[in-house]
């Protein structure tokens, strides 16, 4: 957990919270979030019962570009692009269709893509961004504390603000006064709640 | 003669060898399975003899190994089929027993997660009746177990091993009644265990189910069964062709005191009722052919010397 500047998981039960520990790290690594959470509060009461998940998120602002993952060749009269991995192979794809037809893009095998006289420069391609990480974090980061949560917890409350979130869940019905709850655990980090 | 559990690994050429003399011995092979160049099979032989099996079976490079969970149905009763408990640890759990030779069932519940909204319907309540033991996987935390297992445990008959995140001694103090085996510190988790001491904790959940099922096989010897349940296998398999043309992987399922019969009940519990044993006695006088909660299978369970007075 060296990314992570703060994790901590407070549990009236001493092993209970030692466990709880050990999942939210396992999820959080198998989900990739490792490196985008900041700071991360987990309380958990099974005796109330409830579960309070509250953290910080680093700013994300790589944005994925053709450059990043392909090596785009000029030649005379085409542009031949040499990927290493296909993660974003698709959604280029995509956008050279949309930006310069079909038929000026193809794509002879796996790892190769060849562009014939497309109106741009290959500085241009290379500067086309591909795909935002950062869009479908929230949802990761949702679906990432619903996995950690014990799984009875089903009414829950998320809020999520800029860099901020928070995670409310039980089994029976959430108290009013939660955000006080929710407030004092953003002050154990240091920090103020949203 | 005592028949006692055993595995035989070694290579297909010549198994047959070995086949012939576990039947010839007065043993049953409860299940066969030959993967690529390899045969595993899972029998029931007499102690005396397993000597004579090494033996014979050491240039065909045959291994035999004491697997005390061979003829066992087992319940691995998981809180629920999420993410939070699949793959880890219910799947891990249920493999490792299979590993040895038990035919491991998951039965999860509709209602099993959380505290207050726990819940265990009757049919779940049957279908885990039906096996010879059942393991409860619990979540991690004293509170919950102590909350809930009242009403998991209601109307369960077979034997309880309860695994669960709390120390083992701290689960004997939470539960009352007690139940028949705790194993702590194997709660809820969400990696594979392929540590040592991972593994040291499924060994430990092994030892614990192996001691709880003896003392069951102690408890059904002291008023013997009249017939041996693996015994049956061959004649159902002989009388009733029509077990030969079920897919599933074990069609009929060897449990301590009874079979599991994957046939349709209504069309053939009459005939499975007229197995003749021997000397003209029939299934159906020594054991009680009952419809199962699973799918519509048969569920045979065999009665006691006490009951019938006969013993085949």
Redesign the interface.
Known sequence: MQTVEYFEVECPEALGAEYYKQIANDVLLDHNLLKVVDKLHIFIDPKVPIFVAVGLLKKITTRIRVGDFANVNPQEGKMTLVTSDETYLAPMLKIFWERFSKDKVEQPDRFTVILYNVPATPQEIEEIVVADPSESLHKDLIYALRCIAPEGFRLRSEVFTGTKFTFVASENTLAEDIGTLVAEKFRLMGEVPP | MTLVPVTYKGGIYQHDIVVDLIEDLGGYIVQKHIIAQEVVLQCFVPREDIELIRQISRPLFGDVTDSPLVGTEIAIVS??L????LPHPSCDIAEYVRRLGAKSNMVSLARG??????GLNDEERDVINEHDIAVYLM??????IEYKIPTLRRGIEVPIVLCG???KEVLKRIINPPVDGYVGNV?????RTKEADELAKLDEIIDEITRVLEKKREEIAKDPLSVYPARLMGLIREQVPEILDVTSPTPLTVQMAGLRVKLPYDTFAEKVKKVAIEDGITLGEVAEILPSRMRDYIIVRVLPFSETNIAV
Not at chain 2, 187 to 191: E, I, K
């Open positions: 809180m629920s999420e993410i939070h408990h997660p959380g505290k207050r909204i726990a979540g991690n935390f004293e509170t919950c995140g709390p120390d709660g809820r988790f969400m990696r």
